[in-house]
């Protein structure tokens, strides 16, 4: 007959005494507590009057920029008298800028955008003209998606050459991580007003769809009358290779019999081959 085991009880671990283990929570709240005490005091700064200026000081020391007349905080936007950019010939200059963005949305992966307005842009560029690229870039995606609610530029100036001007751009902007997408709702140059809407994919053969429609006046030689007119325009493709179309008509009923000009066009552009402009089509 089997007898029951009467052997001793394996041996226990130890267990960790217990004051070891109250230390050990102690530590863990305390850098918990400290962690959220510099986590709370960065976003009261970011809040407060100066941090933007702060902020740009900070961004200055790792880029060509220079900021003065800045107002605001970090977290809620605020203004910069005059924004200044400039590397490599390229210089850019804001005056009378105004921001205004949501901080949390970097949690997301997406800037957000509410409000960039700009009272006036001026663009020089002076690099020199380097040998034309063989194609178009193999990609234009950003690191993270970005949404520009409202982007406001009273003036555009680009010093050329050529030299252009452009007034009064409204328009939104999105980038969501596969394609830019902008909404062009208004945009004056020499005496005409446009609008329009662009697609590109970010990767891959960067296919574009674009529009643009707009009304202009125009001189009749040797008369004072201004004829009004309509346009239109789009183009669809890849960038390497794009099929674009326009049409130029009158937009109200001509003043006099016979004063009705048309015209339209279609061509094939690609902008990295020996020709840009394989084939075009214009009558009249």
Same mark, same amino acid.
């Given at each position: 007959?089997?007898?029951?085991?009467?052997?001793?009880?394996?041996?226990?671990?130890?267990?960790?005494?217990?004051?070891?283990?109250?230390?050990? =929570?102690?530590?863990?709240?305390?850098?918990?507590?400290v962690?959220?005490?510099?986590?709370?005091?960065?976003?009261?700064w970011?809040?407060?009057?100066?941090?933007?200026?702060t902020?740009?000081?900070?961004? =200055?020391? %790792?880029q060509?920029?220079?900021?003065?007349?800045?107002?605001?905080?970090?977290?809620?936007?605020?203004r910069?008298?005059?924004?200044?950019?400039?590397?490599?010939?390229?210089?850019?200059?804001?005056?009378? +800028?105004?921001?205004?963005?949501?901080p949390?949305s970097?949690l997301?992966?997406?800037?957000?955008? $509410? /409000?960039?307005?700009?009272?006036s842009?001026?663009?020089?560029?002076q690099?020199?003209r380097?040998?034309?690229?063989?194609?178009?870039?193999?990609? +234009?995606?950003?690191?993270?998606?970005?949404?520009?609610? $409202?982007?406001?530029?009273?003036?555009?100036?680009?010093?050329?050459?050529?030299?252009?001007?452009?007034?009064?751009i /409204?328009?939104?902007?999105?980038?969501?991580?596969? /394609?830019?997408?902008?909404?062009?709702?208004?945009?004056?140059v020499?005496?005409?007003?446009?609008?329009?809407?662009?697609?590109?994919?970010?990767?891959?053969?960067l296919?574009?769809?674009?529009?643009? %429609?707009? +009304?202009?006046?125009?001189?009749?030689?040797?008369?004072?009358?201004?004829?009004?007119?309509?346009f239109?325009?789009a183009?669809?493709?890849?960038?390497? $290779?794009?099929?674009?179309r326009?049409?130029?008509?009158?937009?109200?009923?001509?003043?006099?019999?016979? =004063?009705?000009?048309?015209?339209?066009?279609?061509?094939?552009?690609?902008?990295?081959?020996a020709?840009?402009l394989?084939?075009?089509? =214009?009558?009249?």
């Amino acid at each position: 007959m089997a007898t029951p085991d009467s052997s001793p009880p394996a041996p226990q671990p130890p267990r960790a005494p217990r004051r070891w283990r109250t230390a050990l =929570a102690a530590v863990v709240g305390a850098f918990l507590l400290v962690l959220l005490s510099g986590l709370g005091a960065l976003w009261w700064w970011s809040g407060s009057e100066g941090s933007l200026a702060t902020a740009l000081r900070w961004a =200055a020391r %790792s880029q060509p920029l220079t900021a003065e007349g800045v107002t605001g905080s970090l977290r809620a936007g605020g203004r910069v008298e005059t924004l200044a950019w400039q590397q490599d010939g390229l210089q850019l200059v804001a005056s009378g +800028v105004h921001l205004v963005w949501q901080p949390l949305s970097l949690l997301s992966g997406t800037l957000k955008l $509410e /409000r960039l307005a700009v009272a006036s842009l001026r663009v020089d560029d002076q690099r020199p003209r380097a040998k034309a690229a063989a194609g178009p870039p193999a990609s +234009v995606a950003l690191p993270f998606r970005i949404t520009l609610d $409202e982007l406001a530029i009273d003036r555009l100036q680009w010093l050329g050459p050529p030299a252009l001007e452009v007034s009064a751009i /409204r328009a939104r902007f999105e980038f969501d991580g596969v /394609r830019h997408n902008i909404e062009l709702a208004n945009a004056q140059v020499a005496g005409g007003r446009y609008s329009g809407r662009a697609t590109l994919l970010a990767t891959g053969a960067l296919t574009l769809d674009a529009a643009l %429609s707009g +009304v202009l006046e125009a001189a009749v030689p040797g008369s004072s009358t201004r004829l009004p007119l309509a346009f239109e325009a789009a183009a669809q493709g890849p960038l390497a $290779e794009l099929q674009a179309r326009g049409e130029l008509k009158l937009s109200a009923a001509p003043a006099r019999p016979g =004063a009705t000009p048309q015209a339209s066009a279609t061509a094939r552009i690609t902008p990295w081959a020996a020709q840009p402009l394989p084939q075009a089509d =214009a009558p009249f």
